[in-house]
């Protein structure tokens, strides 16, 4: 009976979606669960077991208050922590942790709970950047301060090497970008990428190899170094395409998650929305 209810404890700890573990205070990892294995992003409990508990901290301030808190009240509950995974992106999670002690009253450990709530975390922080580009886009003096609106709130969310928005008119067949001075230089849409969207009228998510093949058959023409991944969304005002947001990746092949992509049609379709009121 012994030997079952361990195992159903194993099983339990093992299988449960949140992290647990116990570490020193000194922060030496004790135990963990593979929930908290892949959270952090490692490749085997064995592998984060040898990691300090103090570096998967983003701020080592944090630690120090955690620890003191700890101490002070025996118990946290709901704390929220911004933590960094093993590739140095953050983490953010809420946080459940108590002291084990000795018979003298000495720390032992501590255990505790995390859970990941970062894409909570972010998709708030993505309503209130898009809150405040419907903002400008409604009360801005013009469309160069609308473009440094949307550069600035969305530069979180926006991870990627390069990134622009091209302006389109139908009537002309142009394309205009936004120089270092805020005054937009058109150019004729041509056999470029970004008027291959146009064309399509939806996303296009290319790769090196894609866009390589496509300059072959002449498809499209060459401008430029080829990054290993290509992404334009178009901008629409009611049903026209008015713009494309573009983003490159020089390095990454796979630089885009169907959560990256999702995220990013919401934001095209927030600053279509927004450049398309501009101009009215």
């Known amino acids: 009976a012994l030997r079952s ?25 004790i135990a963990v669960n593979q929930a908290l294995v892949r959270m952090f992003g490692y490749d085997s409990a064995e592998e984060l077991l040898t990691a300090d508990a103090r570096d998967l901290y983003l701020n080592i301030a944090d630690r120090d208050h955690y620890r003191r808190e700890l101490e002070k009240r025996g118990r946290i509950s709901g704390i929220e922590l911004v ?30 709970i995390l859970t990941d709530i970062s894409e909570r975390v972010r998709m708030e922080q993505l309503q209130q950047a898009l809150h405040r580009i419907a903002v400008a886009g409604h009360t801005g003096p013009s469309l160069p301060s609308l473009f440094n609106t949307v550069k600035e709130q969305l530069a979180p969310f926006l991870r990627w090497e390069d990134s622009f928005i091209a302006l389109y008119s139908k009537g002309t ?108």
């Open 173 to 280: 067949d142009t394309l205009s970008l936004l120089d270092v001075n805020d005054q937009f230089r058109a150019f004729p849409a041509g056999k470029s990428l970004t008027a291959y969207v146009v064309r399509k009228g939806e996303l296009v998510l290319l790769s090196h190899e894609e866009i390589e093949h496509m300059i072959h058959v002449g498809e499209i023409e060459a401008t430029g170094a080829i990054p290993q991944t290509w992404l334009g969304i178009p901008l629409r005002a009611e049903s026209d395409i008015i713009g494309i947001l573009v983003l490159r990746d020089y390095n990454n092949e796979a630089a885009f998650s169907e959560e990256d992509l999702g995220m990013l049609e919401l934001i095209g379709r927030q600053i279509g929305l927004s450049i398309g009121y501009r101009k009215a």
């Open 5 to 29: 209810s361990e195992k159903r404890l194993r099983s339990l700890y093992e299988n449960v979606p949140s992290g647990i573990y116990q570490t020193t205070p000194s922060g030496k990892f």
């Open 83 to 112: 933590l960094k995974r093993k590739d140095g992106h953050p983490l953010t999670v809420l946080e459940h942790a108590y002291v084990t002690c000795d018979k003298k009253g000495n720390t032992l450990y501590y255990e505790g």
